[in-house]
C-alpha cells in the first residue's frame, strides 16, 4: 500500500470518527487520546510491543500509528527495543511517574510537619517547589493572626524575588543561573529584590553558608520570611519550607529559636524522603 493510499485511509478513519463524535466528547483532543491510550499497552507482561500490534490493538491505520510513536519516540515517552522493530516505554515516563510519586510524598508528608511548626512557632508556614523562575505554594498552613498575606496554595511567585526562591535555586552555579535567566538584569520587585544576576548568586552563596535563607520585605513589604531546604535521597533541593512572620511584630529574641525551628522541621521532612547528609 502506497504512502498517498495510506494516508487517504486514515483521512478516512479521522473523519468516521468525527461523525461519531457525541456532544460530551466534543473537547477531547483524538490524537492526545490515542497517543495516551497507545502508552497503556505496555504492562509488567508486555514491555515491548511492534507498531502492527499496536495498530491491531488500537484499530487505527499503520500511518496513524507511525505518526503517533514518532511523536512519543521524539519526546522521549517510547524508544527502540533491540532491533529497532519494536517500543518499549522511555524514560521520560519514568521522570513523569518519580515526579508524581515524589509530589504526592512532599504534600503528604509535609503538611503534617507544617502544622507541628505553626503550632509550635505561631505563626503561618508553607512548602513551595520551583519551576523554572517561579516557586509555586503546593502546602500552606495558616496562623490566626492580624495581617494578610497575598499567597495561597498554587501562587507562583519570583523565585529570585522570594526568600523560599533563593532557597530553591541554592543548588545552581552561576553559569546555571545565567542559563535559567538569560540577561543579567533581574526585575525588581521590591528594593530589596537582587537586581542583577551576579547579586543573585551572591545573596545565594551567604544563604548557603548559613544554612537559611532570611529577609524583610522581599515580595510583601510587611512580612519577614524564614526559609530552609527540603532535600531528597539524591541530596537534590526539591522543596523550600518557610514561615512568614509581621515584620512589625518580629521579636528580635526570639529569632535565633525561629530559624532553628524552620531548619530543624525542614530537615525533618528530608528525611521522611530518605535524604542522608553526608
Known sequence: MTEQSLQVEDDA???????????????????????????????????TLSAPEFARRLGLPRSTIFRLLTTLESLGFVER?????????????????????????????GTPLLQRLRDDIGYSCNLVVRDARSIVY?????????????VSLGTRLPAHATVLGRVALWDL?????????????????????????????????????????????????????????????????????????????VEQGRLAELIQKVRGTADDLSRLLDYSPH
Do not use: W
Open 81 to 109: 527495543a533491540e532491533g529497532g522493530r519494536s517500543y518499549r516505554l522511555g524514560m521520560a515516563v519514568l521522570s513523569l511517574g518519580f515526579e508524581y510519586l515524589a509530589s504526592l510524598e512532599l504534600t503528604e508528608l
Open 173 to 249: 552555579t552561576l553559569a546555571e543561573l545565567r542559563d535559567l535567566y538569560r540577561s543579567e538584569e533581574l526585575e525588581q520587585f521590591s528594593p530589596s529584590t537582587p537586581t542583577t544576576v551576579s547579586a543573585l548568586y551572591d545573596l545565594l552563596q551567604q544563604d548557603r553558608r548559613q544554612g537559611y535563607a532570611m529577609g524583610s520585605g522581599f515580595y510583601e513589604p510587611s512580612i519577614t520570611s524564614i526559609g530552609a531546604p527540603v532535600r531528597n535521597h539524591s541530596g537534590q533541593i526539591i522543596a523550600a519550607m518557610g514561615a512568614a512572620l509581621p515584620s512589625a511584630r
Open 138 to 150: 503546593v502546602a500552606k498552613v495558616s496562623a490566626p493572626t492580624l495581617f494578610p498575606s497575598a
Open 13 to 47: 478513519t479521522e473523519e468516521g470518527a468525527a461523525d461519531d463524535t457525541s456532544p460530551a466528547d466534543r473537547y477531547i483532543v483524538p490524537g492526545l487520546e490515542r497517543g495516551l491510550r497507545l502508552l497503556c499497552q505496555f504492562s509488567r507482561q508486555e514491555k
